[in-house]
C-alpha cells in the first residue's frame, strides 16, 4: 500500500511534465486512444468520487452560506471573459466571423468538471469547485444562446438535457455518493478510502487528458498562420483567465483553497459542451477556436497549479 501511495504522489507532483506528454500522446498517435474514449465518463465519475471524499454536507452547506467567492466567480466566468473577450477577438478576427463565433463560444461555455479534479490534486476547495460546477452549468442552457445572440447575434439551440445527463453522469452523482459515503463513514471516507485511491485518480488524471486531445490531432496536424494565431489566442485567454481568478481571490483576501479553485474555475471550461455546440449549430471553423482550449487549458492547469501549491507550502 505505501508504495502505491508514492506512486500516487510522485505522479501528482510531476503533472507538469506529464501533462505536456499526454497532450502530446493525444495528438501525435489518437488512434491509439480512440478505444478509451466511450469510458472517459466512468473514468472521470471515478476521479470525482474519490476528490469527493473529502468533503460533507456541512462544507458544501458553507459554500452556499458565505456565497461570495460563488458569486465572483459566475460574474467572472459568465460576464467578464465573454465580453472581453468578445472585444479583444472583434479586433483580431473581426474579418473571419466564423471564427470570432468560435472564439467566444469558448468563452461562453460553463465550467468545465476537471476543475474539481483539479482542485482535489492541488489542494483546492472542491466544495466551491462542485458548487461552482453545479450553478454553472445548471444557468449555461439560458447564458449560452444569449451571450452569442447579444455578442455576435448568433442564436443557437442548447441540449439542456444532453449536457445536465453528461454532467449527472460525470459529476453530480458521484460527488454526491463520494459526499453521502464520507458522512455516514463519520469521516472514514476522507481518511480511509480517499487516500487509498488517490494513487487511482492521479493515474486515472492524465489517460482523460490524453484521451480528451485526440479531438483536435486533425487540427494539429494542417496548421496555418491563421489557426497558429487563433491558437495562441485561445491560450493568451485560458492563462489570463487562471491569472485573474487568483488575482481576484488575493484582492478579496480568499483562502488559499479558495483562491486555487477560483483560479481554475476561472481558466477552465466544458470544452466538450462547446465542441458539440460548435458541430451541431455553427459553421466548421467555428470548431477549432473550441477544441484548441483542450491543448492549453489542462497544460497551463498544470503549471499554474503547481506554481499556486508551491506558494501554499511556503
Known amino acids: 500500500m505505501q508504495t502505491w501511495k508514492q506512486l500516487g504522489t510522485w505522479i ?16 501525435l498517435v489518437p488512434q491509439a486512444l480512440l478505444p478509451l474514449k466511450p469510458l472517459i ?12 471524499l473529502g468533503n460533507d454536507f456541512d462544507s458544501l452547506a458553507r459554500t452556499f452560506r458565505q456565497p461570495l467567492a460563488l458569486l465572483m466567480t459566475l460574474c467572472l466566468v459568465h460576464v467578464v471573459a465573454p465580453v472581453v ?6 479586433l483580431l478576427f473581426g474579418d473571419t466571423p466564423d471564427t470570432l463565433v468560435g472564439i467566444v463560444l469558448e468563452a461562453s461555455v460553463p465550467v468545465g468538471a476537471t476543475t474539481v479534479m483539479w482542485s482535489g490534486v492541488y489542494g483546492g476547495n ?23 445572440r447579444l455578442l455576435v447575434g448568433t442564436a443557437v439551440e442548447v441540449d439542456v438535457m444532453g ?7 460525470m459529476v453530480g452523482i458521484p460527488a454526491i455518493v463520494g459526499v453521502v459515503a464520507n458522512q455516514l463513514s463519520h469521516g472514514q471516507g476522507k481518511e480511509r478510502l480517499s487516500p487509498a485511491m488517490a494513487p487511482l485518480s492521479s493515474i486515472l488524471v492524465p ?18 498562420p491563421r489557426l497558429v494565431a487563433v491558437g495562441c489566442f485561445v491560450g493568451c485567454v485560458t492563462l489570463c483567465s487562471l491569472l485573474l481568478g487568483g488575482l481576484v481571490a488575493r484582492a478579496t483576501r480568499q483562502s488559499h483553497q ?33 477544441m484548441v482550449g483542450t491543448l492549453f487549458q489542462q497544460l497551463f492547469a498544470a503549471i499554474v497549479g503547481r506554481v499556486m501549491q508551491r506558494g501554499g507550502e511556503s
Open 12 to 27: 501528482s507532483a510531476h503533472m507538469v511534465l506529464i501533462v505536456p506528454l499526454g497532450i502530446a500522446v493525444g495528438v
Open 41 to 52: 465518463p466512468t473514468l472521470f465519475a471515478v476521479v470525482t468520487f474519490q476528490n469527493a
Open 85 to 90: 473577450v468578445r472585444l479583444v477577438a472583434g
Open 258 to 290: 479558495t483562491m486555487v479553485t477560483m483560479m481554475f474555475d476561472c481558466g477552465i471550461r466544458n470544452i466538450s459542451t462547446g465542441a458539440v455546440l460548435a458541430a451541431a449549430y455553427l459553421p466548421a471553423e467555428s470548431l477549432y477556436p473550441v
Open 126 to 148: 472542491v466544495a466551491l469547485a462542485l458548487a461552482m460546477m453545479f450553478v454553472s452549468t445548471t444557468i449555461a442552457p439560458f447564458t449560452i444562446p444569449w451571450t452569442l
Open 207 to 224: 489517460i482523460i487528458i490524453a484521451t480528451n486531445a485526440t479531438g483536435i490531432s486533425q487540427h494539429m496536424h494542417n496548421l496555418t
Open 163 to 169: 449536457m445536465m445527463g453528461d454532467m449527472l453522469y
